[in-house]
């Protein structure tokens, strides 16, 4: 999941989903990262090798666009955690917070603007009294037009035709405008964000516009949130 960062990077940088790397044997530092089937494709295009997840050419995309750009784009994102710039970052070496990974993926649904996820809203007494209200914040914009079109396209194409395959739902594919589903599962937590195109909109405001939903998550996971 974090290749998303990595190529969001690239393609704020000038890449394009277009280009071309090698799927080879590669070495960086000493350390030779591995594609999860063993296996090597030779040249692919961007959009292929993030559709196939395919290591090699992540930490090349990820060494071009630069490790502390990588950073940068997770921090802007919304990854408080700490991150290491080793080469293995563009792998998802370090332990990222699945709330905030969520809400990564969720500022590509909501059109490059910023998505803050929050455990309360409002909080009341016995008489009725509000004693706390979430303040709703005016939406900033943390990527440009082109880079979320094109990342959006490649994500579709993660669901479509990649490794999210099994994660893909009809009305997503039959959708014009649609963006693909993310999901991601840690027992006993899980969390699911989805976002359907235009059609669905009205459906998915809760975490800042773009739909997240959380099950059993503990409470200590919202307290900073407040």
């Known amino acids: ?11 704020e940088g000038g890449a ?15 350390w030779r990262p ?17 559709a196939e997840s395919i290591n090699t050419i992540a ?3 990820s060494e ?42 969720g500022t590509i649904a909501d059109e490059g603007r910023a998505v803050r996820p929050y455990g309360i809203e409002a909080i009341g007494d016995r008489a009725g009294r509000t ?17 979320v079109r094109r990342m959006d396209a490649m994500l579709q194409r993660v669901v479509l035709a990649g490794t999210g395959h099994a994660a893909r739902l009809d009305r997503i594919a039959a959708s014009e405008n649609s963006l693909g589903v993310m999901r991601h599962s840690s027992a006993p937590h899980h969390l699911k964000a ?19 939903e959380v099950d059993d998550l503990l409470l200590g996971d919202f307290a900073h949130l407040l």
């Open 34 to 50: 591995h594609n999860f089937d063993g296996k090597h494709r030779g040249e692919m295009t961007l959009e292929d090798a993030f």
């Open 1 to 11: 999941a974090f290749k998303l960062f990595v190529y969001l990077a690239a393609l």
């Open 194 to 212: 989805h976002r359907a195109g235009p059609a669905f909109d009205h459906l998915h405001r809760r975490l800042d516009r773009v739909a997240v």
């Open 131 to 147: 004693l706390y209200r979430r303040a709703t914040p005016q939406p900033t914009a943390v990527l440009d037009e082109r880079t």
């Open 59 to 61: 930490v090349q995309v």
């Open 64 to 105: 071009r666009a630069a490790r502390g750009r990588v950073i940068a784009m997770a921090r802007r994102l919304g990854i408080t955690t700490p991150i290491s710039p080793t080469p293995s970052l563009a792998l998802g070496a370090n332990e990222v917070s699945l709330l905030e990974l969520t809400a990564a993926y």
């Open 16 to 30: 394009s989903p277009e280009d071309r790397m090698p799927d080879v044997p590669i070495s960086v530092d000493g």
